[in-house]
């Protein structure tokens, strides 16, 4: 029965503290409170592998997936053009996530995390004139980087005003309200 206490709240704390190991959860309950009072908390051994098997999998959990790559050389200055053409990126689009890597021999700099080529190719509409000879590249996606990228993505709507309206191709309209 312990131990079944000891996995439930361990759970618990792990899915409240996301980003958080369970030591740094301790002491921030373990610190004195206003009132004088303070928490005692006293993990086993098995709560913390818990949270940390819980964490490692939320770290290495993949998507398969779509980036437009915008960039990609082999020559001489290649990754110097690679680092300057990445910082004009997000210069020029902050919200989309960039990504910078060497595949012997090439640099490439592959842009968006899309779960669907049709997301794809709707992010490529929007870069093509910049960059006309961007091509979609099927890639695997951490899912930490997908659900930043959404909520880049929401971020951005809800800027935009209380009420957004978008419109598809097809008929119908999605509103979306704060």
């Known amino acids: 029965m312990k131990r079944l206490i000891c996995l439930i709240i361990s759970v618990v704390v792990a899915s409240m503290a996301m980003a958080q190991d369970i030591d740094s959860m301790v002491m921030s309950l373990a ?3 206003l009132g ?6 006293v993990a086993d051994d098995d709560s913390r ?9 939320r770290r290495t959990r993949v998507v398969s997936g779509f980036r437009i790559v915008i960039y990609s050389d082999n020559g001489q200055y290649a990754g110097d053009n ?5 910082a ?5 689009f902050p919200y989309i996530n960039a990504y910078l890597v060497y ?3 090439y640099f490439k700099i ?5 779960l669907s080529m049709e997301e794809a190719q709707i992010l490529m ?15 695997n996606i951490r899912f930490e980087e997908l659900c930043d990228a959404r909520r880049q993505v929401v971020d951005t709507l809800s800027i935009s005003g209380p009420e957004v309206i978008i419109e598809p191709a097809f008929e119908e309209k999605v509103e979306i309200f704060e």
């Open 31 to 33: 610190t004195r409170r």
């Open 36 to 41: 004088g009072s303070s928490v005692r908390v």
């Open 49 to 57: 592998s818990a949270v940390r098997i819980v964490e490692a999998q």
């Open 82 to 86: 690679a680092d300057a053409e990445l």
């Open 88 to 92: 004009k990126f997000k210069e020029m």
């Open 103 to 105: 595949e012997s021999p």
């Open 110 to 114: 592959s842009v968006g995390d899309c």
């Open 125 to 139: 509409a929007q870069l093509t004139p910049h960059y006309p000879k961007a091509f979609p590249k099927r890639e």
